[in-house]
């Protein structure tokens, strides 16, 4: 079962992508409201998830910086990352994303990109 780890700023997102995750064989083993929860809560899990996904625009840290933080932890680290600016689509993927969600996506969407991560 993989394993994800969520950090959105939007507690509402949170419920419904763990709920459509847990219902497609994915296990939620952590989440994060804000970029400097998420590099605090990364650091701190003894095993680290399979996926993160990753929101931008959030407080404490937007979301390219925390990619770059999480990256520079562990570099094998599967980052999904997800944006209603699409002009920061190239550099999240440069900076080491291993997929682009455009916010609003639906669910099929984050399913095929999740299920994309072996």
Do not use: C, W
Not at 33 to 43: I, P, R, S
Not at 64 to 74: A, N, P, Q
Not at 79 to 91: G, H, N, P, W
């Amino acid at each position: 079962m993989k394993t994800v780890f969520l950090v959105d700023d939007e507690p509402v997102l949170h419920e419904l992508y763990r709920e459509v995750l847990i219902m497609n064989g994915f296990e939620v083993i952590a989440q994060a409201l804000d970029g400097e929860e998420a590099l605090k809560v990364y650091q701190d899990l003894d095993v680290k998830p399979d996926i993160v996904i990753l929101d931008h625009r959030m407080p404490k840290g937007d979301g390219l910086f925390v990619m770059k933080e999480i990256l520079s932890m562990d570099p094998e680290a599967n980052l999904i990352f997800a944006s209603a600016d699409t002009s920061v689509r190239e550099k999240a993927l440069r900076i080491g994303a291993v997929g682009f969600l455009e916010k609003p996506f639906s669910i099929n969407d984050l399913i095929k990109v999740v299920n994309k991560i072996s």
